[in-house]
């Protein structure tokens, strides 16, 4: 499909944006090194549909939430916190050598939450 160029609000383009570098760290980080990631962007007739997909090590099921329960909250907060805020969803699919692949899905009409962003 050939690129062209997508309008949408300026606040709901921060807030993905917020997600895709979010994600893309996590892949940095955790991913292994020469890990890949793809970053793919439709817009479709009343949502935008986000996926983000890495070739890295992948991880167990059960790791975000030991992840979660340890504190390290940047996959709740940076990512999940931000679609639900959207009324938006995510569904994190991975397993161990298969990498990890985040599709998001967000309402044209969402609004962000500004007085939950006030720390980035």
């Given at each position: 499909m050939p690129d062209i160029a997508v309008r949408l609000p300026t606040p709901l383009v921060a807030e993905l944006l917020a997600v895709v570098r979010a994600a893309l760290q996590n892949v940095v980080q955790h991913a292994g090194d020469g890990?890949?990631?793809?970053?793919?962007l439709d817009v479709l007739p009343t949502e935008v549909s986000l996926t983000i997909r890495d070739d890295g090590t992948g991880m167990d099921a059960q790791r975000l939430a030991e992840a979660a329960a340890e504190g390290r909250?940047?996959?709740?907060?940076?990512?999940?916190?931000?679609?639900?805020?959207?009324?938006?969803?995510?569904?994190?699919?991975?397993?161990?050598?298969?990498g990890t692949e985040l599709e998001i899905t967000v309402p044209l009409n969402a609004a962000p939450i500004q007085e939950k962003r006030s720390n980035g």
């Open positions: 890990a890949h990631a793809w970053v793919f909250l940047g996959v709740v907060r940076s990512i999940r916190g931000r679609i639900d805020d959207l009324g938006g969803s995510v569904v994190i699919t991975s397993s161990p050598g298969h």
